[in-house]
């Protein structure tokens, strides 16, 4: 027979290696839904690891360990479904106009703010050069607008068929053809926000000075994060990651090139909880 002080040795041992191989929490995943919506988000059911987004995760995963940020490729039209039948924990650059009154959710503001603008080309054929007037009335004009786009203009239906009938839109899913279609005098006016526009006169510096760039906004883009009730993160520990990435300088880094603003967070207006509609 053994004994017992060898036989406890052993098994102290036994125990001790046993929790060498085991971690002591894993992180919590927290799945965030990825549309095309550039320069956020660019194509990333290609598995492009591009735009602001992913440099969002990829602070945020730098910034603490509790919680893992992965991306899962969704689209424009399905993400609140995707939202709401726990495919994704999180719906991110979201704004109030756009239809989630009714999606269970949990609103982080984020406190960020872009705008979307009208884009024509500043002089056709020789005729003199046009002014800010030209986008004061839009009736009888040709657009070229992102389909699934919310436009303040068309009181935020996204409908193709209402855009088209009532407003004459061309929808496309690049804002690098929309603005080509008025380059080329296919279109009159183009609508994109100020964050792709300042990136994309930066890659096409040639071509920057054909454009006239209007001083009427459609409208302000603030930037909300939209959580699933029962994600793994609550509103407020987002909020509070948010927060230490202003803190840290990664919020701006990330977003001032592009012209996307850093605004102050009301306390107040840190989680908002809605339940879902009858």
Not at 44 to 66: F, I, K, M, W, Y
Not at 68 to 75: A, E, G, H, K, M
Not at 132 to 148: E, N
């Amino acid at each position: 027979m053994g004994s017992p002080i060898r036989t406890a040795s052993q098994l102290l041992l036994a125990a001790l290696a046993a929790l060498s191989i085991v971690p002591s929490q894993a992180a919590q995943l927290v799945r965030i839904g990825a549309a095309h919506f550039p320069p956020y988000t660019v194509r990333p059911e290609s598995g492009a690891d591009t735009g602001l987004l992913p440099q969002l995760v990829e602070a945020l995963n730098r910034l603490q360990s509790d919680y893992q940020f992965v991306l899962v490729p969704t689209s424009i039209p399905r993400r609140f479904g995707d939202l709401k039948q726990g495919r994704i924990d999180m719906a991110i650059f979201e704004n109030p106009a756009w239809d989630w009154e009714k999606v269970p959710h949990v609103a982080v503001d984020m406190g960020l703010e872009d705008a979307e603008i009208f884009v024509a080309k500043n002089q056709i054929d020789g005729r003199p050069a046009r002014q800010q007037s030209y986008f004061s009335d839009l009736s009888g004009k040709h657009l070229a607008l992102f389909s699934g786009y919310h436009y303040a203009f068309a009181h935020f239906n996204a409908e193709p068929q209402y855009l088209v009938k009532n407003y004459n839109a061309t929808l496309t899913y690049s804002h690098d053809s929309n603005l080509l279609m008025v380059l080329r005098g296919r279109a009159d006016v183009a609508l994109v926000t100020r964050s792709y526009l300042s990136d994309y006169l930066l890659r096409h510096e040639e071509v920057a000075h054909q454009f006239l760039v209007s001083e009427r906004v459609d409208q302000i883009y603030h930037h909300y994060a939209i959580l699933r009730p029962a994600a793994a993160i609550s509103g407020e520990a987002f909020q509070l990651l948010l927060q230490g990435l202003r803190d840290n300088g990664e919020m701006l880094k990330i977003f001032a090139p592009y012209r996307i603003a850093l605004v102050p967070v009301p306390h107040s207006h840190a989680e908002t909880a809605l339940p879902a509609a009858d």
